[in-house]
């Protein structure tokens, strides 16, 4: 067995695990599932009541004028990037370097709609307005991940989207939001989605990470634009007979967690100063503005798991089940915050940040 | 309300429908659900034990070396083309004019890879060796439907099947099955799956048509070819991180479902018989070769329909709620038959079949 494993397992085996909502397990659906009459009837190609409602319910919390369900997010913002080119007759668009289409889609955008993404920014930063004044080359979109996931889950401040926006429309980029966690980084903002997306011209929004749902996600825009990506949809292989075991829990969750959202930020914040207070140990951003923040570790991947092992065999509490290699000497893991946090015990939550500061402090 | 809705409104409420396997609706899901441990672990993007077993299962089924599941059956089978066209670096296909890709997916295969085919046989007719043998341009794949959706699912025959494989594998043309319907035609076949699909180079097969899941597919071949499917598969968004409530509703119903198949074929030929003894009615095929066949009426959509209405109300037995005009003078529909159809008490059909031959001979 690796090391990787032995985390995985020694994780899977704490009684309490201080990060998301639980197991993804088939009680996640059955969940969501119980109080729904049997008797209700399926969508069919995309139509019918139960996706009906929902995207209308979602059109209006984003304040779009339509919404399409789409079985995932990498379906979805391809699709939005590919309607936005064609609008504009020019296969460019602008995004961060550590954008999911760049790094966890076996270059879709590239290989199935031959897109040239222009990389903005450095990859340790987010996208500022110099960075969209400065580019060299027209673009027909811009793509703004709001936070920006692969760095912690930082954020622009409001006025610099404000900024960006004012810049985009002048100009006539397109601009789309992937909002994979925009509901996450709502009670940050103080605004809501509506408040956001107005900035923008198209907006994806993700049912399975702060929501906590199956799978799924929306595509929100003008009509004309929502009603094009539904073709695409079909072409994608998206337009699935029945998507309502994803919709029906997009929605049972989305009821149960949007409101706590600004919980998940606060514990965020508590937790991440825990970390800061350890030797060798600093989160990214210093003070999260979500639910989620990276930990990184002055010490080895291989040093850093022994500790984390022990950790929790000795507290009953798991930080993490996977952590990843920066360098020899470096390495980090992703904090997302959800309803297991609260369960957690404060005075055992003390203990493991004793143990790890001792043991930190040991290995430097 | 159009006429349309009316027949659809009357089929609603009939006591029997003697087509299909019931309302798609959310029972569907809860019934396959119910015995399943709500502690076993989700699918995570294309991994896990649930995704793992039912892939193996089906591969052997299909006598394959490997299986993949993807959320619809147009995403599978673009895949699976593209795949073959980059192997012989080639981008061209041949399949039939009533092909699924060509008149279901938004041209999908032009689209997203394009992909350019070439229309073999007459429209009415399945393709043949001839049709094969004398196309004038090279191609990279041949995909053949079976049965043949769009004209009632017809068959070419097994003879047929072999000589066409055999000359293919001669050319260098790789032969894809759409097998959507697979499993409803193995009867007639009197071959196993495994037997028809070893004339084939990859195989697509579904689950919501005589199986009645909920939605999902399989692609099946060799391990190198499917391995490439799964990056096509996450390029196009079908790589979701949990498949599962297609996965066990698809596993279930197949459990259900497939030792019946041969039921409803034979269900099927006595009911295209109780057709073709009325007058002005015949079905294509005249005997069926699957669970499927489609009823030509020579009279107008608008006649034809009040005739139905008038069964339906007189008899309680809905044969469908969707009538398609050919042209002025002659409608048909589709038939698929499923569970409902044993349901139906003879006596009651036998009634409807005295109303339709008395009706059409009074409008001819």
Known sequence: MTNKNHLSEAFKQTKHQIVGHGRRDIQTLKEALKDIDGQQESDMYGTGKIIDDFQTKMA???????????????????????????????????????????????????????IEPILLADKNRVIQLEDVVGMKEEVSCLLLELPQREIGGQLPDYKTLVSISTYCREKGIKLHLDGARLF?????????????CELFDSVYVSFYKGIGGLAGAILAGDES???????????????????????????????????KMNQYYQESIELASLFNQCHSVSTIPSEPVSNMFHVHFDGSKEKVEAILIDIYQKTGIGLT?????????????????????????????KKVFDVLDKSMRAIS
């Open 321 to 349: 089940g996977n952590l990843r290699e920066v360098n020899k000497k470096e390495s980090y893991y992703e904090v997302s915050i959800g309803d297991r946090y609260a369960d957690v015990p404060k005075e055992e939550l």
């Open 184 to 196: 996450e980084v709502l009670p940050y903002y103080q605004k809501t989605a509506a408040e956001i």
């Open 225 to 259: 634009f929502t009603n094009e990506s539904k073709v695409w949809k079909r072409r994608h292989g998206g337009d699935l007979i029945s998507l309502y075991p994803y919709i029906i829990s997009a929605d049972y969750y989305f009821e149960q967690r949007l409101h």
């Open 60 to 114: 209006r919390f984003l304040g779009k004028e339509a919404a399409v369900f789409f079985p995932s997010g990498t379906m979805a913002q391809q699709i939005a990037l590919r309607i936005w080119c064609d609008r504009k007759g020019l296969k460019k668009v602008a995004y961060h370097p550590l954008c999911h289409l760049e790094i966890h889609e076996e270059d879709g955008l590239k290989e199935l709609h031959h």
